[in-house]
Each structure stands twice: as C-alpha cells, then as structure tokens.
C-alpha cells in the first residue's frame, strides 16, 4: 500500500512539474528575469502540491486509515513538513527578483509593486506568513515546549493559508491563464483536498456521535494520576473497533470542548459502556479526571491498526509500561482464543501496575503468561538477554510495544536484537 501511495504522489508530483514546463518557451526563460520566473513559479507550484500532500494525510480518510494507520500517515506528514515552506519561501525569492529584473527596480520596491498592484498578492502574503508560524511551533525544539492545546490551534490555520494562497494561484497563475485543463485539473485537486477534510473530519464524525450519543457514566482512579472514564451511548455493538485503537475523544464541557485529544480504548466495548483509561500528563489529562457523570462526549475514530489483524503468527508478546498497558489489555480482550499470547507488563513500583488484576485474568483465561516487571530501569533491564529469558520463542512472535517514547525505542531496539522480523514489531506512538 505504501509503494502504491508513493507511486500516486509522484505521478501528481509530474504532473504538476508539467503544468509549469509545458508553459514556458525558450524565449521567454532568455528574457530578463526569465529563469528567475520560471522557477518562482517551479517552486511554487511544488511547495503547493505538497502542502495539498500534507492534508490529504491527515484527513482521516478511513480506507488510508486502515490501509497504513494514523501515526505512519502523522510520520510522512512531518517528513514532508518543512518542503512546502522552503519552495515556497524560494518562489517568493525567485519571483520577486525575476519580475525586479524585468521592472528595473530593486527586490524591496518590486515586493511592493507586488502589493499594491496584484490581485490577490496581499492574501498570499499573510498565507505565507500563517505557514511560516505553523512551521516554527511544529519544530521538534518548540513543539516539545508548548502544551498540545496551543499546537492544535495553530495548526488550524493551515487551512485558512491554503485556502488565501488557492485564490492567488488561480488569478495570477500563468500556467492557468488561457489553459482551462491545466485549471480545471488544478482545482480539482484542491476540491478533492477541501471535500476529504470536510468530509471525513467533519461530517462522518457528527453523523457517528448523533448516532452513538456517549457521554461520562462515571470517572475512577486506577493507580496514582490515572482514571478510567466510562462512558455509555446507544448501538454501540454497530461500533466497527478492534482492540488497540484509538479515538479523538472530546468532552463537551467548559474548557474542554474545543479540543481533541488521542486516548486508546482500555477494554473492548461492552454495551452501551466504552471505557478509555487516561494518565494526568497536562491541562486536559489532568482535567478529565474532573469529568461530571453526564458530559456529553464527542468522538472521532477509530483509528490506528495497532491490533491484532497486523499480525503474521499465531504467537503474541504483549509489551507495555505506564498507561501503555491499556491498549495492550484490549488487544488482549480481543486476541482470537487460537494465539499463544504472552504478557510483559514494566512499572516501578506495584501501585502504578494499571489494570492489574484484569490482565492477570485476562492471561489466565486463555492460558497466556504474564510478566510483571516492577523496579527501576536499572534493576529491571528489557535487552535482548532477558526478553530471550522471559518468552524463549519471542523470535517466532508478533510482539506489540507501547509506553512512553524512551521506553518503546528501547524495548523495540531490544527486540530486534532478540531475533525479531521488523515487519513482526508493531508500536504506535501518540506523539504531536
């Protein structure tokens, strides 16, 4: 899927290499400023499409969902981030050289010809001024330091910058003036970019929660700073969820409404409860412990193909620290009765061991093994050596990691070292 993914994005990428070449002739790149121009408009054109890359990956397009999983679709989403802004940062350059050329003017003076004299010009600015923000809070340095809430909202206005950079390439475009198909391909794309995010994160979403109608049953502490919600709703056995997937849960209430944020599932649904069990880490973490029986709750999801429909055998490790354990005892819930399934649960001291007495019979029932690890890192070491000691087969097995960062790139290096296929490794990593 991913071959085929990357074999569509680059037949658009040549196609929109061709809107741009097809237009310009050899006397026109000879003129002054010509091949200034040409690759203004090279780069732009290039910085636009991947922007439209971008959010074609994070529309939640179900079938791409399922295909590839959220937090894959997130890392290619990152890996292309900086480009867009980059080229077109270029055609910014480029362009206002090439038109100062041909004008005889110097840069500063072209750049207010620009605005002052083209339509659309001024909008184009602020919509490249609205990538450069978003660009700086994504920066792993200055993301790392904001709270999530301040990122999402930031990001919001990606889409107000498309939306002022789409009006400025359609009026001023030269691959477009006289050329209705280059222009009606063009808009097409941008429509179909337009109609996925309105589509699949605004209107399934709403028709979804107007059918499962959920809100907060009740809010208990598991361990020290984590809660599990239990929520209740209506037709929740039509609700298509495996074991280890995520929803966008957002609590209607002050303060919370306006945001979403990525918790798995801690236990299979069970009609009409669904329960997700979440850590106090922040602002809204720690603010849902708070949650009053009653909220209204408003779900995206699910998403994530952390289950166990990616596995190649029928041996399973189930590895987890922290509230990384709760996806991991919902894929436990949901392993067909056939898997030999083994369980390495890693907590500091007892007290923080999250759903503890549900994982020991959970294991028991289908004759599964649990492990559970409790002590500092340096007492209780996950290498290669003791992962052998605890399951001897774990090179035959799918093995599925989830915890905190640090502990998953450890563990999942651990288990590679102990013999395991990458393709048998499965994470997901909630990370913005």
């Given amino acids: 899927m991913a ?49 439209l890359m971008m959010v074609f990956l994070i ?29 077109i940062a270029l055609h910014v350059v480029f362009v206002t050289l090439g038109y100062a050329k041909i004008d005889r003017v110097g840069p500063v003076r072209q750049l ?42 930031v990001h919001l206005y990606t889409y107000l910058a498309l939306a002022l950079a789409f009006a400025h390439q359609v009026v001023t475009g030269l691959a477009f003036l006289h050329h209705p198909l280059p222009k009606g391909f063009w808009i097409a794309v941008w429509a179909a970019a337009a109609l996925s995010v309105l589509a699949f994160r605004v209107t399934l979403p709403i028709i979804r929660n107007a059918r499962y109608r959920l809100e907060v049953v009740s809010v208990h502490e598991e361990a020290p700073g984590v809660f599990s919600i239990v929520c209740s709703g209506q037709k929740l056995s039509h609700l298509a969820v495996s074991g ?11 303060g919370l409404w306006w945001q979403a944020h990525p918790y798995s599932l801690s236990a299979m649904p069970n009609p009409p ?25 408003f779900v995206e999801g699910p998403y994530g193909t952390f289950t166990h429909h990616v596995r190649a055998t029928n041996r399973v490790v189930l590895i987890g620290a922290g509230v990384g354990v709760t996806p991991l005892r919902a894929i436990l819930e949901d392993l067909p009765t056939s898997v030999e399934v083994s369980v390495i649960v890693r907590s500091s001291n007892e007290e923080d061991l999250i759903h503890r007495d549900e994982i020991t019979a959970l294991a028991a029932r289908r ?10 890192r340096h007492q209780v070491k996950l290498d290669a050596a003791a992962l052998k000691r605890l399951v001897p087969s774990i090179a035959t097995c799918d093995v599925y990691v989830c915890g905190p960062a640090a502990f998953t790139d450890h ?6 070292r102990a013999g395991v296929r990458p393709e048998r490794i499965h994470t997901e990593v909630f990370a913005f």
Avoid: C
């Fill in 244 to 254: 280890g997937q995520f929803f966008q849960w957002r609590f209607l209430t002050r």
């Fill in 59 to 87: 529309a939640r397009i179900p079938w791409l969902e399922r295909a590839v999983g959220q937090d894959q679709l997130i890392r290619w989403h990152r890996r292309i981030g900086g480009w867009p802004i980059v080229l």
């Fill in 3 to 51: 071959d085929i993914l990357g074999g569509l994005a680059g037949v658009g990428f040549g196609i929109t290499v061709a809107l741009v070449v097809i237009n310009e002739t050899p006397g026109a790149l000879a003129s002054p400023g010509g091949w200034l121009t040409a690759a203004g408009r090279l780069t732009g054109f290039l910085g636009s499409y991947l922007m």
């Fill in 273 to 297: 409860h669904i329960r997700v069990t979440v850590k106090d880490l922040g602002d809204h973490s720690g603010s849902v412990a708070r949650l009053k029986p009653g909220t209204r709750v």
């Fill in 112 to 153: 207010g010809i620009f605005l002052t004299h083209y339509p659309d010009m001024l909008a184009s600015l602020v919509a490249f001024a609205l990538l450069v923000m978003v660009g700086i809070t994504s920066w792993r340095i200055v993301r790392q330091r904001q709270p999530y809430e301040n990122w999402w909202v």
């Fill in 367 to 376: 004759g599964g093994t649990l492990h559970e690890l409790v002590g500092s």
């Fill in 411 to 416: 563990v999942t290096a651990s288990v590679a």
